[in-house]
């Protein structure tokens, strides 16, 4: 590729970035179905004989992604490849047909019945840590939605939130979010990596890059916890089978100011020594308290319990349970399906789920997961519908090549106690969605 030719290329991938991120939102949904001003989250890594998830970044030397090759052998792309340095992003799209006339909610992230939705265009800048090395060595990492539906769930308290209220006083459909920004460092003497800033949370296995999950749609026990920490967090790593993390945030979902408050976040880890089970605790604890005076609630206990295991190469058995509590509740607002229409809530509040992966690995570039999940919002104070949730999810990801994913799904959910979905018991969903790597 001539000079000319792979300067014409960057500047058509990158105008091509820019000009999705205007995308014109369209009008907002009808007051009777529209969205939740705030559905608070968060991601881990899955346990994935595919190793469905959010790749490690390339090697300067070794396999890089569309971007990286068109800045390939310009001075630009020599210093970031000396500096150890990737830029890459993803595209993320999707159709989900829906029994629901408008909403799938509080199904999520493809909440938008029976129309196309883009929900993350994507641009991530990092410097990977060497844990490999002896020497000291630093890193840092940013992931930014830009644009994307996404962003209405994963939005911190005192970080851009303002868009939560820009249509009307209800959320866009497409804005934007600095998911993850943070320095890491490697200190080799202790086997630790310790990173300061905002990330994502340890607690769960399911992420908000939708590289990182096995199926289309995210598991309500996800939706319904954290999506990220703002503060430090040191991994450590004993030996080859423990490792324990630890560190201070904010609190859950929310970036300092005054609805912040100082939370532990931390875990430990046991994987057998073949690497094919293993067993984690996470858990963030602080006050717990919801916050009377600014009516916020990202102060809440999570205690969760992971446990995989590879029965072969091909078949794979994840377990994630979490529970959740809230206290001091008072008056607090819990908007209906139309966004904007309160019901009081007084009390303690407590949540829990258990969300059951089966994975099996067809063959290099093909798998597929059935997910069973039990939810027990038993007062409705997350959902703004109380009852037990059960939900039924197939799905496949198929890596037609490196840089495209294409993920088929099927689910349905029902609620008992309350209709939940559109005035009806249950929501049957059938979605399909693309992952461009670039």
Known sequence: MTGRSRSMWLSWCLSGALAAGQVVAPAPLPSNDAIPRIIPVQANQPANPLEIKEEEPAPASGDKQLLMELLSGTSFGDRLDRNGIVIKGLTNGNFTASTAPKNNLPMAMNYLANQFLLEQNTLIIEKAIDAS??????????????????????????????????????????????????????????????????????????????????????????????????????????????TIANGIVAGNDVFFGPAGNPAYLGGVRWDNTDKTTYLAFNTTLGSAEFNQYLRTNNQYDVFELQFSHNFSEKFNYLLDVMYSLQNGISGASIF???????????????????????????????????????????????????????????????????????????????????????????????AADFIIRW
């Not at 866009?172 to 310790?194: I, K, M």
């Not at 296995?205 to 703002?230: C, H, K, Q």
């Not at 399906?337 to 063959?363: H, Q």
């Not at 990801?397 to 689910?411: H, N, Y």
């Open 133 to 242: 090395s002896d020497e000291f060595n630093w890193g840092f990492k940013s992931y930014t939605i830009l644009p994307g539906s996404d962003y209405r769930f994963t939005l911190s308290n005192n970080l851009a939130d303002s868009q939560l209220r820009m249509n009307n006083g209800l959320p866009n459909t497409y804005g934007v979010d600095p998911t993850e920004f943070y320095l890491q460092a490697y200190l080799p003497g202790l086997q630790t990596d310790v990173k300061v800033g905002r990330f994502a949370t340890i607690i769960y296995n399911e992420t908000i890059d939708p590289t990182g999950n096995r199926v289309v749609s995210r598991a309500l026990t996800f939706m319904n916890n954290p999506f990220t920490n703002s503060g430090g967090l040191a991994t450590t790593k004993l030996n080859d089978n423990w």
């Open 336 to 430: 209906e399906r139309d966004g904007a229409t309160p019901r009081g809530f007084e009390g303690n509040a407590t949540w829990y789920g258990f969300v059951n992966y089966f994975t099996y690995t067809w063959t290099d570039s093909f798998a597929s997961t059935f997910r069973f999940e039990v939810f027990d919002d038993n007062k409705g104070y997350r959902t703004g519908y109380e009852g037990i949730y059960t939900t039924y999810t197939l799905g496949a990801v198929w890596k037609a090549t490196d840089g495209l994913w294409l993920r088929p799904e099927f689910r349905y959910d029902y609620n008992g106690t309350t209709a939940a979905y559109s005035g009806s018991n249950g929501l049957f969903t059938a």
